[in-house]
């Protein structure tokens, strides 16, 4: 049977939801203080495409207000 460790990134709030075992844990994004034309829009779009590489799967998003988007990764 597979197990999932789930999380959701806030795209408004520029900060992302995890579910451990220890219960929910919460890390803003923040931009990245060595790039001088960086934006939290960028960090965020940077983190997403980190999440992809270390293995985290895409399965929803939604919200035209408040933009979530939903993963999950494969817990071996």
């Known amino acids: ?9 806030d795209l408004l709030r520029h900060e992302v939801t995890r579910l451990t075992a220890d219960g929910w844990a919460q890390k803003k994004i923040k931009k990245d203080k060595g790039k001088v034309e960086d934006t939290k829009d960028d960090a965020t779009a940077r983190f997403v495409a980190e999440m992809g590489l270390e293995g985290w799967e895409l ?4 919200g035209a ?4 988007l939903y993963f999950r990764k494969r817990i071996p």
């Open 65 to 68: 207000i408040r933009p979530i």
């Open 59 to 62: 399965v929803n998003g939604n």
């Open 1 to 9: 049977m597979d197990r999932w460790e789930f999380c959701y990134v």
